[in-house]
């Protein structure tokens, strides 16, 4: 099977060569799509270095600047899919997505249309050093949205997920109207409502080794909000189901 990793970057200069070598080293075929918003710190450049030290299984997509996770990641889909893949995975650059469960999710992918990547279901967890009020934020944020949206499964915020190219093909991009942590949730919302078959593999979800965490409370206080707006949007796919994408 024939995997991209597409993972986003800002000011992970130091994080990127480790993570590459990290995945070139699993027993899968993989190759990664680098998509950086003109990071101040470099990282553009580290990601062009890596393309000459692996020519042919690293690339680079180059933006002007911060425009979102929505975008990035749907900029790499489209740029992905016009090449040769089976799979294409969503993946952070901090090192708090272990590489190495992309060999369950890769299982797992064999009869799932989308794998998660799940800190929530038995095996999964967060990282051990974090402190009790911080473990029980995520734990409810997650919970928070899969009850307002009725989602049947375990960790519907997670960022690390592995999903089947002909699956992508069949999501209406153009409807994603959320971005930051809200757009992680909404893909797994469209992709409920669309019934596609969703598997959850264990992950253990470590706090970035090197750099600064870009999530806040401000952020998860608004992404409260938003997905309502989410449960609003989509009213009429819930009714339709997998006749939207037939």
């Excluded at 990035?72 to 997505?97: C, E, P, R, T, W």
């Excluded at 934020?137 to 519907?156: E, Q």
């Amino acid at each position: 099977m024939r995997i991209t990793v597409v993972t986003p970057t800002y000011n992970e200069a130091e994080n990127l060569p480790k993570l590459v070598s990290a995945l070139f080293s699993l027993p899968l075929d993989i190759n990664v799509l680098v998509v950086d918003d003109n990071s101040p710190d470099g990282t553009g450049r580290v990601a062009d270095e890596l393309v000459s030290k692996y020519p042919g299984r690293v690339e680079v997509l180059h933006r002007p600047g911060k425009m979102g996770l929505r975008s990035a990641y749907l900029n790499g889909f489209q740029k992905v899919m016009d090449g040769s893949v089976d799979a294409i995975v969503q993946m952070d650059a901090d090192f708090s997505h272990d590489p190495s469960a992309l060999l369950d999710m890769a299982s797992l992918l064999q009869v799932n249309d989308v794998v998660l990547g799940s800190r929530y279901v038995k095996g999964g967890s967060v990282d051990e050093r974090w402190p009790l009020w911080r473990r029980s934020l995520s734990a409810f944020g997650n919970y928070y949205a899969r009850t307002i949206l009725g989602l049947p499964l375990h960790d519907v915020t997670t960022g690390y997920r592995m999903w089947r190219r002909e699956t992508l093909q069949q999501v209406p991009f153009e409807r994603i109207q959320s971005n930051g942590y809200v757009f992680l949730v909404e893909m797994a919302y469209l992709a409920h409502c669309l019934e596609f078959k969703i598997g959850e593999a264990p992950i253990y979800f470590a706090d970035r080794r090197w750099g600064r965490s870009k999530m806040s409370i401000k952020i998860q206080m608004e992404a409260a909000f938003r997905i309502w707006q989410v449960w609003w949007h989509y009213r009429d796919l819930r009714k339709a189901g997998r006749s939207a994408r037939l």
